[in-house]
């Protein structure tokens, strides 16, 4: 998914690793994203209170989404570099071509990732089949060995976990004794979990891990503190047990986010992340100029995205700040 904001944050972050265990909460703000009746989106990374939850810095949530409505999906043939795209859908169908010659149906609990590394373009249109559209769109940072890596196209069907009051599904990384096969540039964890109404569910973790929760619907609380829908509940490293409790009279639904602290510099702006604002510079650049770097993605039916206008300030470093 592109970051269609016309005004994209210009963001640079350098990790924190202060021994907090409280929970913070990020509340999300609501961005257009486009089509013929801009379809919107709630998006919780990246915001000025945190830019990252381990490697994970972007990420958009939205529906269920009614097509008839508000035209679905349909983001045109735009550029990535230094980071990987996540696809995960609740309900609908969306149709994904790049410039590896990919096309692939992105399907409800089916995870589909794309690695930008030096450059790759992709296209996301909602298919004719879908009338309610929602899912998230989440983005993972690069570490600097990684960076300039190739593209490259994984899809991976996780099996359902069941637990005494929920399920789980990991997409990425390992959760109740479940692991992705799908590899990783840092230690990451991606998984939806569904709590039965009334339930409480005690998961162990990776101590080492950061976490995020996205609550999807449901009442839910994450170690005691309440978080409302569309919220990010975010906890520091230090934990080996996250609760996650389900005080609503219908199933509720949360997407589990974690990963090591990211302690590299990192400068986020528009689709684009690199480590100095020449960085973006030269990508914005070559995305214009139709360069090779990111490829063409063939099947599209209209014009890709241009990239909006740079800031007229270099990018300077911003850290995220103690809660």
């Given at each position: 998914?592109?970051?269609t904001?016309?005004?994209?944050?210009?963001?640079?972050?350098?990790?924190?690793?202060?021994p907090?265990?409280?929970?913070?909460?990020?509340?999300?703000?609501?961005?257009?994203?486009?089509?013929?009746?801009?379809?919107?989106?709630?998006?919780?990374?990246?915001?000025?209170?945190?830019?990252?939850?381990?490697?994970?810095?972007?990420?958009?949530?939205?529906?269920?989404?009614?097509?008839?409505?508000?035209?679905?999906?349909?983001?045109?043939?735009?550029?990535?570099?230094?980071?990987?795209?996540?696809?995960?859908?609740?309900?609908?169908?969306?149709?994904?071509?790049?410039?590896?010659g990919?096309?692939?149906?992105?399907?409800?609990?089916?995870?589909?990732l794309?690695?930008?590394?030096?450059?790759?373009?992709?296209?996301?249109?909602?298919?004719?089949?879908?009338?309610?559209?929602?899912?998230?769109?989440?983005?993972?940072?690069?570490?600097?060995?990684?960076?300039?890596?190739?593209?490259?196209?994984?899809?991976?069907?996780?099996?359902?976990?069941?637990?005494?009051?929920?399920?789980?599904?990991?997409?990425?990384?390992?959760?109740?004794?479940?692991?992705?096969?799908?590899?990783?540039?840092?230690?990451?964890?991606?998984?939806?979990?569904?709590?039965?109404?009334?339930?409480?569910?005690?998961?162990?973790?990776?101590?080492?891990?950061?976490?995020?929760?996205?609550?999807?619907?449901?009442r839910?609380?994450?170690?005691?503190?309440?978080?409302d829908?569309?919220?990010?509940?975010?906890?520091?490293?230090?934990?080996t047990?996250?609760?996650?409790?389900?005080?609503?009279?219908?199933?509720?639904?949360?997407?589990?986010?974690?990963?090591?602290?990211?302690?590299?510099?990192?400068?986020?702006?528009?689709?684009?992340?690199?480590?100095?604002?020449?960085?973006?510079?030269?990508?914005?650049?070559?995305?214009?100029?139709?360069?090779?770097?990111?490829?063409?993605?063939?099947?599209?039916?209209?014009?890709?995205?241009?990239?909006?206008?740079?800031?007229?300030?270099?990018?300077?470093?911003?850290?995220?700040?103690s809660?």
């Amino acid at each position: 998914m592109s970051n269609t904001e016309k005004r994209p944050a210009e963001l640079v972050h350098a990790g924190s690793d202060l021994p907090e265990r409280s929970i913070e909460i990020l509340t999300s703000r609501e961005v257009p994203l486009g089509g013929p009746r801009a379809m919107t989106v709630r998006r919780t990374l990246p915001q000025r209170a945190r830019t990252l939850v381990g490697a994970w810095c972007f990420a958009d949530h939205y529906g269920p989404d009614d097509v008839a409505l508000t035209g679905g999906m349909r983001v045109a043939p735009h550029p990535h570099t230094g980071l990987q795209t996540v696809s995960w859908l609740f309900s609908g169908e969306i149709e994904h071509r790049d410039s590896l010659g990919n096309h692939a149906l992105i399907r409800p609990g089916e995870l589909n990732l794309m690695t930008g590394g030096f450059g790759i373009c992709h296209s996301e249109v909602s298919t004719e089949r879908t009338t309610s559209l929602h899912g998230v769109q989440l983005w993972v940072a690069l570490p600097e060995a990684n960076r300039h890596t190739a593209r490259d196209f994984r899809h991976h069907v996780p099996g359902v976990v069941p637990l005494d009051g929920g399920e789980v599904r990991v997409f990425l990384g390992s959760l109740a004794g479940d692991t992705s096969p799908v590899p990783t540039f840092t230690p990451l964890l991606g998984a939806e979990i569904s709590l039965e109404p009334g339930a409480t569910l005690r998961l162990p973790v990776q101590e080492e891990f950061e976490h995020g929760v996205i609550v999807d619907s449901g009442r839910v609380s994450l170690n005691g503190t309440p978080l409302d829908a569309a919220e990010l509940g975010f906890a520091a490293a230090g934990l080996t047990t996250l609760t996650l409790a389900n005080a609503s009279p219908r199933r509720a639904r949360v997407v589990l986010l974690g990963g090591t602290p990211f302690r590299e510099e990192i400068v986020m702006w528009w689709n684009f992340i690199g480590r100095t604002h020449e960085d973006i510079v030269r990508a914005r650049e070559d995305w214009q100029s139709r360069s090779d770097r990111f490829g063409r993605v063939e099947g599209y039916d209209g014009e890709r995205l241009p990239a909006p206008a740079l800031p007229n300030a270099t990018i300077a470093p911003r850290r995220n700040p103690s809660f």
